[in-house]
T-cell receptor, first 111, second 115 residues
Framework: RKEVEQDPGPFNVPEGATVAFNCTYS??????FFWYRQDCRKEPKLLMS???SGNEDGRFTAQLNRASQYISLLIRDSKLSDSATYLC????????????FGPGTRLSVLP | DAGVTQSPTHLIKTRGQQVTLRCSPK?????VSWYQQALGQGPQFIFQ???????QRGNFPDRFSGHQFPNYSSELNVNALLLGDSALYLC??????????????FGNGTRLTVT
């Protein structure tokens, strides 16, 4: 079993749809969590950090459930420009940085 | 504010050769991490440098080595290249002081093809 797992995808949704991505992690000592977005053949870019209380940034909402070791990303009112691969990232370093990436979930928003 | 820069952007090598990839971190960052990303997969951690020392290492053979310079820039060296080393190599920088809450900032990557 991989340390960070994500929905296998791909997700094909129409413009305006709401889509949710799920991520689970196995290391209970993991300390911080992030969602990254990666466009085809480009570098990953930080989308948002994920906080215990949940957080929202415009159309994007991230949730963390430490008890279930589960992270989610919700995208509302999908745009064509949201088409990308979404990477769940977990920092399991208790004192420092030790980032583990999930395999990513590809999203295609269709006109 | 300069972001993370990597060079070269593309590279073609043959099996058995050696390669050196370079990275300059984002201004103000002091920690550099290297990742290998094969097509269709998430980035895999190679190693991390801080204060010119390798602080952490992923599950990569000794053919993969690195260095960090006093100006925080870094090199990744791969010896005895194999076909399976073909991938996108990503450099990411972060700020050690912020520790676990400091996200990674990536460069554009170096696409290595081994023939």
């Amino acid at each position: 079993r991989k340390e960070v797992e994500q929905d296998p995808g791909p997700f094909n949704v129409p413009e305006g749809a709401t889509v949710a991505f799920n991520c689970t992690y196995s290391n209970s000592a993991s300390q911080s969590f992030f969602w990254y977005r990666q466009d085809c053949r480009k570098e990953p870019k930080l989308l948002m950090s994920v906080y215990s209380s949940g957080n929202e940034d415009g159309r994007f909402t991230a949730q963390l459930n430490r008890a279930s070791q589960y992270i989610s990303l919700l995208i509302r009112d999908s745009k064509l420009s949201d088409s990308a691969t979404y990477l769940c990232v977990v920092n399991r370093g208790s004192d420092g940085q030790n980032f583990v990436f999930g395999p990513g979930t590809r999203l295609s928003v269709l006109p | 504010d300069a972001g993370v820069t990597q060079s070269p952007t593309h590279l073609i090598k043959t099996r058995g050769q050696q390669v050196t990839l370079r990275c300059s971190p984002k201004s103000g960052h002091d920690t550099v991490s290297w990742y290998q990303q094969a097509l269709g997969q998430g980035p895999q951690f190679i190693f991390q440098y801080y204060e010119e020392e390798e602080r952490q290492r992923g599950n990569f053979p000794d053919r993969f080595s690195g260095h960090q310079f006093p100006n925080y820039s870094s090199e990744l060296n791969v010896n005895a290249l194999l076909l399976g080393d073909s991938a996108l190599y990503l450099c990411a920088s972060s700020l050690e002081l912020a520790r676990r809450n400091s996200p990674l900032h990536f460069g554009n990557g170096t696409r290595l093809t081994v023939t």
